[in-house]
C-alpha cells in the first residue's frame, strides 16, 4: 500500500507536525473525593510530585510543597515559573479553592460601572457576566497548566466534590457526583464542563456503599474504597487509557502506573 503524502501548511502559517505511531504525552488529570478520603495522599504518589498547596491539605504527607499562596495571580506566576519543570507532577490542592481566587481576583480587578465601583460578589456584574469572568480567569490557568504539560510535567488538579442534579432526556432527572466547581450540566461557561472536557483523566474516589435489603433498603458501607474511571449515572469519571475501576487502600498508588500509561 502506497503511503499517502503529508500535506504542507500553506504560506504564512505556523508549522505543523506530522508524526505516526503512539506519542509519549503528559497527562492532565482530575482527582476528586469527598473530604478525607485520600485524594491528597493519592496525588503524592504520582511521579516525583510537587504541590501547590493552596488549603494546606498536604501538611501531614513528606512531600516537597509550595504554600502560603494567597492570589490568583501568584499561582499562574508559579505555573509560569521555570522551576516546576524539574518535577514529574505538578499537583493543585485544590482546584477549589483555586477558583476562589480567580474569583477574588475577578473582584478586585474588574469594575461593575464606569465609575470604577467594585462588584461585592459575582452576581454584582448583571446577569451571566460574572460568571463568564471567572470562566475565563479559570481558562487561562488551564492554559498554564497545558504549557506546564507541553513542557513534560504531569498535572494533577485535585477538588472537592458536590452533588448535582443532572438533567436526564430519556427519563427522569437523577443526582451525581461531580467535581466542586462552578457551573453545571449544559449550563454555559460552566468551569466544571470546561474541566471536565479539559482533563485525560477523571478519577473520582468514592466509598463503597451497598444496599442492604435487611435494613429497609438504607445504604451501608464498609469502609473501603474505589478509583472511579468511568462514567456513571452516580459520578463523572473519565480513563484516556480505558483502566478500569480500581480498589483503593492508602498507600498504593498503582493507580498511576496504569493511568499515566505509556506517557510516564
Avoid at 498535572?155 to 436526564?168: E, G
Avoid at 487502600?249 to 496504569?258: A, P, R
Amino acid at each position: 500500500m502506497t503511503t499517502p503524502p503529508i500535506p504542507k501548511p500553506p504560506a504564512g502559517t505556523s508549522k505543523w507536525q506530522v508524526t505516526t505511531g503512539k506519542k509519549k504525552t503528559p497527562q492532565r488529570i482530575g482527582l476528586y473525593g469527598t473530604g478525607g478520603i485520600g485524594k491528597s495522599s493519592l496525588a503524592a504518589l504520582a511521579p516525583n510530585p510537587i504541590f501547590i498547596d493552596l488549603e494546606n491539605g498536604s501538611h501531614a504527607l513528606d512531600v516537597t510543597r509550595i504554600s502560603g499562596i494567597s492570589r490568583y495571580e501568584d499561582v499562574r506566576a508559579l505555573l509560569q515559573d521555570a522551576t516546576l519543570r524539574q518535577y514529574g507532577t505538578a499537583i493543585i490542592d485544590t482546584g477549589t479553592k483555586l477558583q476562589e481566587l480567580a474569583v477574588d481576583f475577578v473582584l478586585r480587578s474588574k469594575s461593575i460601572d464606569k465609575s470604577g465601583n467594585k462588584a461585592q460578589s459575582i452576581e454584582d456584574y448583571g446577569f451571566g457576566k460574572g460568571v463568564t469572568y471567572a470562566y475565563e480567569a479559570m481558562n487561562l490557568v488551564l492554559s498554564d497548566l497545558d504549557k506546564l504539560a507541553e513542557a513534560g510535567v504531569h498535572v494533577v488538579v485535585v477538588c472537592h466534590d458536590i452533588v448535582n442534579k443532572a438533567p436526564n432526556p430519556s427519563g427522569e432527572d437523577f443526582i451525581r457526583y461531580e467535581p466542586n466547581l462552578m457551573g453545571g450540566s449544559g449550563k454555559q461557561n460552566s468551569v466544571r464542563e470546561r474541566f471536565k472536557g479539559w482533563c485525560d483523566s477523571l478519577l473520582y474516589i468514592g466509598y463503597d456503599v451497598a444496599e442492604h435489603a435487611k435494613h429497609d433498603n438504607k445504604a451501608v458501607g464498609s469502609g473501603t474504597r474505589t478509583i472511579y474511571t468511568s462514567e456513571r449515572p452516580t459520578h463523572w469519571a473519565k480513563c484516556r487509557f480505558g483502566v478500569g475501576n480500581q480498589p483503593y487502600k492508602l498507600g498504593d498508588g498503582s493507580i498511576w502506573t496504569k493511568v499515566l500509561g505509556d506517557s510516564q
